[in-house]
């Protein structure tokens, strides 16, 4: 037992003694090979992030685009679904005016029929009266021969001698015969035949007559027919152009109302393929994003490692000077979303130029100077009593870990190194017991990290 309480006794002095002689910046190297193992897997996780969120961007940019392309594409769709339906009102008015036009060309049709129709009865008359005037001529030619011998008759007889034949008319002949006394025979003789002259002319007269008028409605049945015939034509090619031509247009409209919903289904398609890529960036995001989150809890508690390592004591200075000259803050001690993560912003961003000389805003010791991750090139100033300045995203470093600064020192140039949007510089000041600061400005770090509202501290 006593064996065992003196072997535990030098091992406890053997801790003791290389605790004392054994220099804190031993534990300092180990802590700050540590961060710089989870610095660099918070530059790949930044890395990323910085690529899925350009990808999102991008994604956001082509659904945007795209929906102002369906936007337009829709405009165009109803423009060409106006066209179809006038299109097709005009088709029907068309087809209206063809049923229309089709109407009218039965009824010329009917016309032709009937005119034809009354042509074939008119020549079939005009045949049959020709055929009875010829014989009308030919009875009036046989009683002309038979008076004509009636007259020789009487001139062989002496009842006239041959210059009275000449002078006396037909019609006063048989009266010229009774008056010479001749039997009642030969008067009733000469009587029927001067009748049948009379009558045989009178009825080749009528026929004549007849014929002409006949010929004349002949003449003018021929016309109508050809007139209408004209017009049955121009109806059928007219009605037949006109319908032809808006159905052509109909079928034009039908063409590009294919062509813009065809363009619609690919925008469509192209649309759910953003939307689906970004999704899946969104998802790989939130997924580095919790990544990032762990590792800024374990930065945090290296953080605090080195921030122990600060030796200087006294008390902390309650005023700073301002880090840089001119700029303006360009984002300021308050919650922000970055990287689709809601973070509290624990310090302000000076947007100045590129170059422009950083100083150090308190005298103190340099505790980090180096490339720290997502803040870029970095500076620690530990200026006692609890108090610690950080200075992100610079361009340059002129200082070292453990050099003594005083206040306004340059410590280096502003820059946008890191995860950096823009040339500016990230001022924080950090102190171990905030509770004890008393200033006009939100302060108190809602995460417990001791960040103090730089404000509180400049002029």
């Not at 006394?181 to 009825?203: P, R, T």
């Not at 949007?421 to 017991?433: K, P």
């Amino acid at each position: 037992m006593f064996k065992k309480s003196k072997a535990l006794l030098i091992i406890v002095s053997f801790i003791l003694f290389f605790n004392g002689i054994l220099p804190s910046d031993v534990f300092a190297i180990t802590a700050e090979e540590r961060l710089i193992d989870v610095e660099r897997q918070l530059q790949a996780i930044a890395d990323e992030i910085r690529q899925y969120e350009g990808e999102r961007t991008e994604l956001e940019q082509q659904i945007l685009e795209n929906d102002q392309s369906l936007k337009e594409v829709n405009s165009e769709l109803a423009i060409v679904r106006q066209k179809l339906s006038q299109a097709e009102n005009a088709l029907e008015e068309a087809l209206a005016g063809y049923d229309a036009s089709l109407d009218e060309l039965t009824g010329v049709q009917s016309v032709i029929v009937d005119e034809q129709s009354k042509l074939g009865k008119i020549q079939i008359e005009i045949s049959n009266v020709t055929s009875e005037l010829i014989e009308t001529q030919i009875n009036l030619q046989d009683a002309h021969s038979n008076l004509d011998e009636q007259a020789v008759n009487l001139y062989m007889n002496g009842v006239m001698s041959p210059a009275t034949a000449l002078f006396v008319n037909l019609d006063d002949l048989t009266g010229f015969i009774a008056a010479l006394g001749y039997s009642s025979v030969i008067v009733d003789s000469a009587n029927k035949i001067v009748e049948q002259l009379n009558a045989l002319e009178s009825l080749a007269e009528t026929q004549t007559d007849f014929l002409r008028t006949r010929e004349g409605e002949r003449q003018t049945t021929i016309e109508t027919l050809r007139q209408e015939e004209e017009k049955k034509v121009g109806l059928s090619i007219a009605a037949a152009e006109y319908a032809d031509e808006v159905e052509e247009s109909k079928q034009r409209v039908e063409e590009e109302k294919a062509q813009v919903e065809a363009k619609k289904a690919k925008l469509t398609l192209e649309r759910k393929r953003s939307k689906n890529l970004l999704y899946k960036a969104n998802k790989e995001l939130e997924k580095l994003d919790k990544e990032h989150a762990d590792l800024e809890t374990l930065e945090d508690a290296i953080q605090a490692d080195i921030l122990r390592l600060s030796t200087l004591g006294g008390v902390a200075p309650d005023q700073l000077l301002w880090p840089v000259e001119g700029g303006y803050i360009s984002s300021g001690y308050k919650w922000r979303r970055l990287g689709g993560t809601t973070s509290f912003h624990g310090a302000i961003d000076i947007a100045v130029a590129r170059g422009t000389p950083i100083r150090a805003a308190a005298g103190g010791v340099v505790i980090l100077a180096r490339y720290y991750g997502l803040a870029g090139k970095t500076v620690f100033i530990d200026h006692g009593g609890g108090m610690t300045t950080l200075y992100f995203h610079m361009d340059r470093i002129d200082v070292s870990k453990g050099d003594t600064v005083v206040i306004g020192d340059q410590i280096g140039t502003v820059g946008s190194t890191g995860r950096s949007t823009g040339s500016h510089l990230h001022f924080e000041t950090r102190l171990a017991n905030p509770s004890s600061v008393s200033c006009n400005y939100k302060y108190l770090d809602p995460t417990s990290r001791g960040r103090i509202n730089p404000l509180c501290f400049l002029p």
